[in-house]
């Protein structure tokens, strides 16, 4: 009977546990400023700053930068990454709001005339608890 009840109190341990997802940021040309790794769960809300699941800004690392992002519970999401080279925590863009930093998204590539889609950029998690995102 104590076996039983000691597996029941713990099953809202392990039920409901929460994973790290570790994303490696390739293409990082110099070691100026940070990543900015953006986690999204819904199309309405993908690449609006103040609509993002999570927000990560790590240090970056000349050739690939890795970053966690802990606690993250089972779900369908997309990643948007830039290199904020002058560390304003914002993504430069020229007159016509094309990028001057690099950027890369999870599984979406950037198109002739903008991003791509939440639904081209979204994986589930956790079966992809590592994930590498090439900048450009």
Not at 6 to 22: E, S, V
């Amino acid at each position: 009977m104590v076996k039983w009840v000691f597996r029941l109190l713990l099953l809202p341990i392990f039920g409901f546990a929460q994973n790290t997802l570790t994303i490696s940021v390739e293409g990082v040309k110099s070691a100026d400023g940070n990543i900015s790794i953006g986690l999204y769960t819904d199309s309405e809300g993908f690449l609006k700053p103040d609509q993002l699941y999570k927000g990560v800004f790590q240090k970056a690392t000349k050739g690939t930068t890795i970053a966690h992002i802990e606690d993250l519970p089972k779900g369908t999401y997309a990643i948007a990454v830039f290199h904020d080279e002058n560390a304003n925590q914002e993504l430069d863009t020229n007159f016509f709001g094309i990028p001057k930093e690099a950027l890369g998204f999870s599984k979406g590539k950037l198109k002739t005339f903008g991003p791509p889609s939440f639904e081209e950029c979204t994986f589930e998690f956790p079966l992809e608890q590592k994930l590498t995102i090439k900048i450009k």
